[in-house]
């Protein structure tokens, strides 16, 4: 009796009806699951979109540092050059410092007159003077100054009224503010 369909109906549309209602009820249990699925994967998606802007917003961060640290690395570069190529001409002087006192050491002697050796002697001083500001200081009659000489001996006299320098033993140099040598003086302090 259960196969049989009812009275007035056809075989086929009972086999219709309750495809009809089968599908129909199924419909209704397929979609709740495809919404749930749906809103399985969008909020999976969802999430992912949050994650990669994260991702992003740090990787925006970390290129924001990595610029300023590149930035901050070239003026430093820049600053620090020119103190570099200031410190290579000092030592390039303070090498020549040595044939400074040889050459005035041979004019005092009397040795360089004339001749190319005292041209040569000329243009090396010249050009250690204006190229490099070289400045050669001391002088007999300066007032001793501990920052500007060395004072290797000392008398007394009572012609001075403060500590001047009396003999320059050995010059001293400088470049700009920078002294490179003091001078090698004796000095006369008062009585």
């Given at each position: 009796?259960g196969d049989r369909p009812a009275e007035g109906a056809s075989p086929s549309s009972a086999r219709d009806g309750a495809a009809d209602g089968s599908a129909a009820g199924g419909d209704h249990d397929m979609s709740a699951f495809e919404a749930d699925v749906e809103d399985s994967e969008l909020t999976k998606a969802m999430g992912q979109i949050g994650q990669l802007g994260d991702d992003l ?135």
């Amino acid at each position: 009796a259960g196969d049989r369909p009812a009275e007035g109906a056809s075989p086929s549309s009972a086999r219709d009806g309750a495809a009809d209602g089968s599908a129909a009820g199924g419909d209704h249990d397929m979609s709740a699951f495809e919404a749930d699925v749906e809103d399985s994967e969008l909020t999976k998606a969802m999430g992912q979109i949050g994650q990669l802007g994260d991702d992003l917003a740090h990787a925006k961060a970390d290129l924001y540092n990595l610029n300023q640290e590149y930035g901050n690395y070239v003026r430093r570069a820049k600053e620090a050059a020119s103190g570099h190529r200031e410190m290579g001409r000092q030592e390039v002087v303070e090498s020549l410092i040595g044939v400074l006192d040889d050459i005035d050491a041979a004019r005092t002697h009397g040795e360089l007159e004339g001749g190319p050796f005292a041209s040569i002697a000329q243009k090396l001083e010249d050009t250690l003077s204006t190229r490099f500001g070289l400045e050669r200081f001391g002088a007999v009659g300066d007032a001793f100054d501990p920052a500007l000489h060395e004072a290797l001996m000392a008398r007394t006299s009572a012609e001075v009224d403060h500590p001047v320098v009396a003999q320059v033993l050995q010059p001293g140099y400088r470049m700009g503010d920078r002294v490179l040598r003091a001078t090698k003086v004796l000095v006369e302090n008062p009585e």
